[in-house]
């Protein structure tokens, strides 16, 4: 899976990066990052959470054991401490932090459970978030694209993407509260939005540079039409299920 993590920098913002800026102010709203938190953030990628709990005045460490995104991350933010690091074996002492973030991480490490009890472990609280799959239009045309052109995806971990399994993962841990949080992101026309598909990010972006140039075209023409055509800007909405936990 990290595979499809393992790209710079520039090509996940260009993807996912509109979207998860966005989402990052909804997600540290709902897990309530107040100026003068110690707050850690988990799976940083290149810090579209991070970025925002700085703005907020929280005092962030993070982790991630991408090596292409951590440096990425440290030339973005040279002031934060940052390690290469997964997060269910992290380099923090027991109870270092106030609360513990892992947003659009969870699907992707390899020991979901591991992690969250490792987050519960150096923090008071303990949130994470996943996007939904039919809940997000970028990923429901993809699919409905992949099926149309006939080229199957790959099987990707599509674990943790509905709100019972994210409320699941942390009900071990205590008490869980959980929502859903919803962005709406803009593309200039749909050459943007292709141009971001083309770079190899996550499952989504494999899955085009898997295709042969016929079979790409296709999909390009049946992308755009699943999207309504759209001539000129446009805008997708996405949605994200969340929870928190302070465990006792
Ligand atoms: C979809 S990205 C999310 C990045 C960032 N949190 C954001 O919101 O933009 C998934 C991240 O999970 C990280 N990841 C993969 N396996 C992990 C693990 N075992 N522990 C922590 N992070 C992991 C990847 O390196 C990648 O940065």
Known sequence: MNGAFNVDGDAYDDFMGRYSRLLAVRFADFAGVEEGMRALDVGAGTGA?????????ASVAAADPSPEFVAA??????????????????????????????????AFVSDAPAAVTE???????VAVCMWGVEEVDMF??????????????????????????????????GDVESAELDVTAGYRDFDEFWQAMNR?????????????????????????????????????????????????
């Not at 296709?218 to 302070?246: C, D, I, M, N």
Request: no cysteine; aromatic share 6%; glycine share 6%.
């Open 73 to 106: 991350f440290r030339k973005r933010f040279p002031e934060v401490e940052v390690h290469e690091a997964p997060a269910e074996d992290m380099p923090f002492e027991s109870g270092a932090f106030d609360v513990a973030l892992a947003q659009l991480v969870v």
């Open 140 to 173: 429901a045309a993809i699919d409905r694209t992949a099926e149309a052109v006939g080229a199957s995806r790959a099987a990707e971990p599509r674990r943790f993407r509905t709100p019972r399994e994210i409320h699941d993962l942390l009900a071990p841990l």
């Open 119 to 125: 987050m519960a472990r150096v923090a008071r609280r």
């Open 49 to 57: 959470l991070t970025a925002e709990l700085v703005a907020r005045g």
């Open 200 to 248: 190899g990010v996550g499952p989504a972006g494999q899955w085009v540079a898997s295709l042969g140039p016929e079979q790409r075209e296709h999909a390009r023409k049946e992308l755009s039409r699943e999207l309504g055509s759209p001539q000129g800007p446009f805008e997708l909405h996405a949605r994200a299920f969340a929870a928190v936990v302070t465990p006792a």
